[in-house]
């Protein structure tokens, strides 16, 4: 990307093109960015600093782009240490500067930072709060639990851009810039996902502001479309399905279990359902198997019984559809058992315990290998699925 997003703000993140785990949990394969910005006028704020892996490449950058001048703040909209890393060399490197960040960043820094006195060297800002630069004068909007309860988000009134902290980020590093919409939908739903009820708050916040672009501290910098991006945030954060379809994941010890979920698949597509994803969730990346779950309309699960139990990679699938707060959503079960099937029972149980799930009444039970008998099973499956709601 262009580091000039405007002739005031310029872009001073960097691309992290080797990370392996986002959070030592997130497959990322085209990598990720850390934003951070600096706003030059009178005074000059700097947006957030990045994460610790990319430290020499963000001070240089950042004393490029000051050009033998001083900055006058740090502003810190969000604690996590991909973002906030490196405070305790701003405040080393640049001692008169002042760092403002919401009352409970403040009081979380010397939990990160124990060698630095913060004493005298914070502001404290709340909701609404403003900081004048100069032309620009910086807005302070509280965004607790999107999805840290410190964060906070700055609109800068002049030109108008919406430093949006973590929301609307996206994985990839921008040297690999993709479509937007998938990576930011997996990002989106395994890291905010659980906070919508925050997140539709923040939304109203931000509707009533005049946004011509939107800096997020992950992803490209969204310029053009904005409703499209607002609208999305809006549909993932009310927990509405995205997407009309059905998405088929299951867990399969020998295989069986999977040549029925692929033939589930066959037969809603034979019904007319234009969109069916299959997810094995003993080999497919869980953050996606999540993302999908979200984004569809509707689920089917199948998985092997297992210990008296559930197939652990399905047990593993369901517990983060819980933690994320997975809801209103029409689900089916087939189980596999061989001698006392056990699967249907804890998988009913995981579900029913989510919010406003609608579990059908047909559960399939397979007892080793699917026969025709079952397919008939799974025929009437699929139609209490796909009857009109």
Avoid at 99 to 128: D, Y
């Amino acid at each position: 990307m262009n580091d000039n997003i405007t002739p005031y703000v310029r872009y001073i993140g960097t691309d992290d093109k080797d990370l392996d785990l986002f959070e030592s949990q997130y497959v990322v394969p085209q990598g990720i960015s850390y934003n951070s910005y600096v706003i030059t006028d009178e005074k000059i704020a700097v947006m957030d600093t990045i994460d610790q892996r990319k430290t020499d490449e963000w001070t240089a950058r950042l004393e490029e782009a000051l050009e033998g001048r001083t900055p006058d703040y740090l502003i810190v909209q969000h604690m996590e240490p991909d973002h906030a890393a490196n405070i305790g060399w701003f405040a080393e490197k640049y001692p008169e500067a002042t760092i403002v960040a919401s009352a409970k960043a403040v009081q979380m820094m010397p939990q990160f930072f124990e060698e630095v006195n913060f004493a005298g060297r914070t502001q404290t800002v709340k909701e609404g709060d403003t900081l004048c630069l100069g032309q620009h004068t910086l807005k302070f909007i509280m965004a607790p639990m999107v999805h840290w309860p410190e964060v906070m988000l700055t609109y800068e009134e002049s030109e108008k851009i919406l430093f949006s902290a973590d929301a609307f980020g996206k994985f990839g590093a921008l040297c690999r810039e993709g479509e937007w919409t998938n990576e930011a939908r997996r990002y989106y739903f395994n890291i905010v996902g659980k906070y919508g009820a925050q997140v539709q708050a923040l939304l109203k916040k931000a509707a009533g502001l005049d946004i011509a672009m939107i800096c997020p501290l992950h992803g490209p910098v969204l310029k053009e479309n904005l409703g499209y991006y607002i609208g999305l945030y809006d549909t993932w954060s009310k927990y509405e399905p995205e997407t009309e379809g059905v998405v088929v994941a299951y867990a399969s010890i020998h295989g069986n279990t999977a040549a029925a979920a692929r033939r589930m698949a066959e037969i809603l597509n034979e019904k007319g359902v234009a969109e069916v994803m299959l997810i094995d969730l003993c080999r497919d990346d869980m953050a996606l198997a999540v993302e999908s779950a979200f984004r569809y309309s509707k689920m089917i699960v199948a998985a092997s019984s297992y210990d008296a139990g559930v197939f652990p990679p399905m047990f593993d699938f369901l517990h983060h559809l819980q933690i994320k707060n997975f809801q209103k959503r029409r689900v089916g079960i087939i189980e596999n058992g061989s001698w006392a099937p056990t699967a249907g029972r804890v998988m009913s149980c995981m579900l029913s315990e989510m919010k406003s799930m609608e579990i059908m009444e047909h559960t399939v039970t397979i007892k080793s290998s699917m026969k025709k008998a079952d397919l008939l099973q799974m025929e009437e499956l699929a139609e209490e699925l796909l009857a009109t709601e």
